[in-house]
Structures are given as C-alpha cells and as structure tokens.
C-alpha cells in the first residue's frame, strides 16, 4: 500500500541518514550547544556517562541513607498484580470474565519508610503485589525536599543551559525488576538519571508510531477490594484510552514468546524494517530522551534489591518536527494503523 | 485528493504551530543555544538586527573604499540580459525560436575595478546587459583576502558557536536592483547579512515543495558572441535541470501579473494555504535563512547604486527534519507534484 510504503521507506532513511542502530554513549557532559545540535534538533538519543559524579545522589543513596533522611515522608505508590501500571492488560474482572483493558495502578497512601518494607515483603506476597514509587508530578521537588542538594536541582547545568528553563518536573523512581513500563510516549524532553540498578529502554522514534499497533481500550484501574485483593475495575463512567499493546518477548512467566510476539504486533516486529533502539542505562549514567519518542522500560535491581532513577522534564518545542510527526499520524490513520489523534501521557 | 490533502494541512500546521505569517525580528545577538532552539532547532528563520554593528563592512564599505582596497582584485561576474541567471527562461534561441529552459549565466573575468564601471555603465545598454558578482565559491575570502578583517571572517560569533564549524564557504555579493534570484533551495545552514541597499526575500518552507510547480528544463547558457551579444544556448551534450519556474508578479517589464501568475501556479499562489513569508533584510541587519528554505530574492540599492551582501554557509546536519523532508518529496511525486529527487544547489 503506498502509503505504508512511504512510511517504511522514512523509517530507514531516518536511521540511516542520522539514527544507526545503537544509542550513542558519550564520555563526559556536552556543551550546551553541542547537546542541541547533534541530539535536541535531531531528536536523537543519547547516553551521557561521567555526568553526575559530583550528585550526593550518585554516591550517597543507599537504602541506610534514604531511610534516615525520608523514613517519614509521606508517599503515594502505584500498586498492581503484575507490576504493569498503565499497560494494556488481559484482566479477570469482578464477575469472572476476562476482557483486555488499560489497567491503572491501585494508589496507596504511606511514609517512605513503610513503602521500602512493602517493596521488599511483597516479592513473597500471594496474590502477587508489586509497589512502585513514580508519581509524576514533581515528587522529588514537592515531596522530599530534603533530597534537594543531592541532586542539581535544575537538571544537568547543561542540560538546563540547553532547554533555557527549568525543568517542569523533577520526577523520583523507587521500584525493583517486576515493575515494567509499557510502551508510550511523553510530550517533554526528558533527562533520566540512574541512581541504583540499571534500566533498560526499548526505543522508537516519533515517526515510527505505525508499527506500534495502538488500539482503543477501556480504562479500568486496580482497587483494593474490602477483603484485601487487588482487582480490575472498568472506570465509571466509561472511558477509553489510545495504547500501544505491544509487549517484549522474554522468558517472564506471562511474557510472550519471540513467535507469539511476532506473530501479534507484525509491524513492530517486522524484519524488513530497523529494529527498536534498546539501551541499558546504568548507574551514575544520563539518558537523553527526546520528546515524543515511544519507550518501554525495564530495571535490574542493585546489590539493595533496588532500582532508583530521577528523571528532568522540560519543555519541548512544537516546531517543524512536530508538525511532520502529524503528518506521518496523518497517514497512518489513512493507512489504518492508528488513530489519528493519540493520548499517552505517563512515564516509565 | 488524500496525499494533497495531508501535505495542505502539514503546511497549516507549521505556521500555526510554530512560524507565523511574519518573519521574526529579534533586536541584539541571541545567545548560541537561543539560536539553537528556538530557530535552527525548529528550522525557522529569523532576522536578527544590532548583531554587526562592530564590522568594518557596515561602517566603511563604500563604493570608493571597496574600489581603493579591491580595485585591482580579478573577478569573475555572471552576466545575463535580464538579471536572472539561473531561473527558468523562456529564450530566444539562435534559430530565431523561443524555448523554455534553464538560463545559466555567462561568466566574464576582469578586475573589481572593471566590474564597477560595467554595472554602472550597463544600466544604459541596448540590448540590456546585467552584470552580479556572486560567485559562490567563498569568493570573499579566497579572492578579497584584503577584505577579510572587516567582518567576523567566521561568520558571527554565536553563529559559529552554534554550528560548532568555521562555515564551507564565505561568499560577498555585489550588484543591483536589477539582479533577481529565483527560487531554489540550498543544502546549507545560511547567515545572510546585508552591508549596503535591501535584500526581499520571499520564503516557503522546505515542506512546501509541493507548491513550486517543479518541472524538468533542458540546460542552457548565456553565451556572449563574436558580435559582442548574449545568446542562450543549450548546453551540449543535452542535460535536463529540475526547478521551479514560479515567478512573483510585478510591474518590471517582462513580470507576470498577479491574475497571470496565480493562473499558471495555483498552488503557490493558492488562497487556501498560508501566504510565502516575504521579508526584508536591510543593511546592517542578519537574516538566519535556515537549510532547505525555498527562496526568492529581490533587490533595492542605496544612494551609491549598490546592494552588497555578505553570506555565510555552514555544514546543516541531515537528521529527523531531512528525512521528514524526503516522506514529503516522496508524497509530492505520488501526487504528481515533483520529481522524488530534487536538485538545485545555487544561491542569491
């Protein structure tokens, strides 16, 4: 079909005039300019390593000294059964029935202090518990002030020279290997920061949001039902949300196989076009993720059985590429591979 | 029709998202990364005044100054019988018969000095003879070293910072009023500062070139014969030459009428898509005319005859934007509107 065509054809070019296939990873911080010249503009990844060497952060953080300092903070954590928060998820519902939703997390209430012990009793916990710190709404500015100075504060000096303003959210991550974020993308510039353990992205640019096989589901959310289970429940009043069911083949029990994944989602998969971009983002390194790329995230835990990442969200500008990427969505819905306005706004 | 269609609302959503109807005017030098973001970034043009205040050229380049310094400095000057070198032209031919094709200048080598008397001593000629120094080879700095501590030799200072390189090439313009530049696109980050007169230019953005009306022009010459006449003549062996043959309409002699040249070009012309942005350089001011703009140049001169220009071109990075660029060259050519591969490479 030509325009399908004209959509793989954008997809090679792309990597091949500027992408290739492997995130870069540059010693050392960049000069504003050359971090807006040759990844802002070009909306390119990047991993920058020996970026935060001098961040208390990066040297201080174990679970001893987040407890001492945040042991009663108040925090909200994202909870489910399977630790796919926001996710496209096969649910068993109220009345036995399963049906395929967009799954919230159930939110809970507690001091920091109660949510490390929750994280850690919950890997033995039955029905399944997974916890997740990740409120995205400045929770490292707003809820641990006093985590402040352990971080430059405004992003990367760089960073924040680049994008001219500070960022508009500073967001802290808590979690271990069974919270998964599944594919979306973020209208900002996001700076991630490892802290502890290591995240791994699986990437796609913008214009690649035709391979992603986004369909309408109903929203649900997990709540804690009277006697203590978590369960799905469809929103009231109905709701339904634009989301990438694309999941990553592993050997994860409730993973699809490489075959099954395949064989689902052809586009995402398909051999004759470049491979997602997938990068480990570890300790003490910075992730560039330009805006409106489409990621999914996994973690491996450290020593502590944690993983903990900080992440900066400036601004992004709506200028030609923006303007482009409606194009290609534009076509893509003519083609038939998605809607042409989408949602998908959560982080991972 | 669909392929139309998407690239009509592409054309919106660039100036409404980000470009407006008017070119910007920014007072003072910007910082390195605010030309970045905000205008090379976004691949939008700007024109920055108060920037050049310091260079000798603004201050001191008058016709005798230039004629003292470079009187003697061997040049090489297009000359065509109406001012449009490198446009497409509909010639009278050596046979007595009218083609329409791609005129290319003739090239006459002698000093500066010569070049002054013949632009000044054309204006009178029969038949008409126009004569432009604008040899675009770096011409300034290889053939008028002398000249080259009276500008920024690098371009301004934040220029040259955000493109983190010396420019390809410097190039300084010499003519007048009668000298016009027809639309064409350069594969170059552009500084173009006026030193002397007024330079108009009229600009569509690289996504619109489905509104040049591109077509395919046998290429021909202006060629001087032993009678002392310009003729144009095919070049041989045969060559064919892809540009966009629309003119703006005028009151010059030779001009389309507006109702004329909406009828020959009604996509450029099209009332139902956001105008050419039309602005004008004055002396002493830098216009930033970013990579792959389409432009149209016109000329005013000043009290001495002149318009004299300076121009800076800069290696442009071929990433997202350029490979957007192609996915629109290629629905273009689905839609019969272009050639999928494009040429035009000069400069006015």
Known sequence: MAMLGALKRLSWELHELDLGHEVERIQGPPTPANFLREYVSANKPCIFTGCVESWHATNKWSRDYLLDKCGDTAVTIDVTSNGRGDAVTIA???????????????????SFGE???????????TPPIVPYLQKQNNNLLEEFPQLRGDIEDAGPHWAMEAFGAPPDAVNLWVGDERSVTSFHKDHYENI??????????????PSSVYR????????ASYTRVPKGDLVVQLEEPPRTVVWSPVELPSSE??????????????LFFAEDLPGPMRCEVRAGEVLYLPSLWHHHVTQTANDEGWVVAVNFWYDMKFDAKYAYLKLVEDLAAQAGLGPSTMQGCSDG
């Open 192 to 205: 991630y920061v490892v802290i502890a353990g290591t995240k791994t992205f699986t990437l796609l640019p």
């Open 115 to 125: 949510f490390v012990s929750y994280l850690e009793s919950s890997r033995e916990s």
């Open 253 to 266: 029990p409730g993973s699809p196989s490489a075959a099954t994944a395949a064989n689902r989602w052809p």
């Open 212 to 219: 992603l096989h986004l369909g309408t589901y109903p929203a």
């Open 92 to 110: 068993e519902m109220e009345d036995g029935n399963t049906l395929e939703c967009f799954a919230q997390p159930w939110q809970e209430k507690m």
